[in-house]
């Protein structure tokens, strides 16, 4: 079983910026893919983005070059820096793995955008 704990959610302006964080712990193997999706009502979870533990990293075309992920595969971590935001960024974003052939998802973390 992984755990994944995130944190870092909430409300900004359209134009700022949020990090949203996430843990992971557990029984981790050691190449697995972390990442980010967001849902909002009504609509089917998405990718923002995904990082292997290569390097390796993938994201939706509305957030490149607004969006940054980062991973620390020491610690198990998986970051999202999320600048420029927009209120159609507006979701329960999910912290993301896939591991050992399962996949598993944290609780959810709200942002919110503003206009």
């Known amino acids: 079983q992984v755990q994944l704990m995130e944190s870092g959610g909430g409300l900004v302006q359209a134009g700022g910026s949020l990090r949203l964080s996430c843990a992971a712990s557990?029984?981790?193997?050691?190449?697995?893919?972390m990442g980010w999706y967001r849902q909002t009502p009504g609509k089917q979870r998405e990718l923002v983005a995904s990082?292997?533990?290569?390097?390796?990293?993938n994201y939706a075309d509305s957030v490149k070059g607004r969006f940054t992920i980062f991973r620390d595969n020491a610690k198990n971590t998986v970051n999202l820096q999320m600048n420029s935001l927009k209120p159609e960024d507006t979701a329960v974003y999910y912290c993301?793995?896939?591991?050992?052939?399962?996949?598993?998802w944290g609780q959810g973390t709200q942002v919110t955008v503003s206009s």
């Open positions: 557990g029984n981790l193997f050691a190449i697995n893919v």
């Open positions: 990082a292997s533990s290569g390097g390796m990293a």
């Open positions: 993301h793995t896939y591991n050992g052939g399962r996949t598993y």
